[in-house]
């Protein structure tokens, strides 16, 4: 397992953006994909984004796919969150999350098996 810590979090407007970064500390990190997920209250845990740390394959739902973008930097043992053109909807709670890394990008937060502590994302209207 590794350890992660997101920052970044906070209140913005409708229309805005945020960037959120994951830090992440104790395994070697090119075997591990890291990923973006988003709780809402009374909601399962939403897939947002992947990245495979070694080669930067990316994987996005549909549903911020054009608004949000995902990137690392590996100097930095660090992963992004760029949000663009939020939403009152993205409100909620953010989380970076790692697996191992098998050439398949995973939706499920059940395939994760290291986590952020979360950060608050609140869009105003």
């Known amino acids: 397992q590794v350890q992660l810590v997101e920052s970044g979090g906070g209140l913005v407007q409708a229309g805005g953006s945020l960037r959120l970064s994951c830090t992440v500390s104790?395994?070697?990190?090119?075997?591990?994909?890291v990923a973006w997920f988003r709780q809402t209250p009374g909601k399962e845990r939403a897939f947002l984004a992947a990245?495979?740390?070694?080669?930067?394959?990316?994987y996005y739902a549909e549903t911020v796919m054009g608004r949000f973008s995902i990137s690392r930097e590996s100097a930095k043992n660090t992963g992004y969150l760029q949000m663009d053109s939020l939403e009152v909807e993205d409100t909620g709670i953010y989380y970076c999350a790692a697996t191992l890394y098998n050439g398949i990008f995973y939706r499920a937060a059940t395939m994760y098996d290291s986590w952020g502590q979360g950060t608050q994302v609140t869009v105003s209207s």
């Open positions: 104790g395994r070697t990190l090119s075997a591990y994909t």
């Open positions: 990245i495979s740390w070694r080669d930067a394959n990316i």
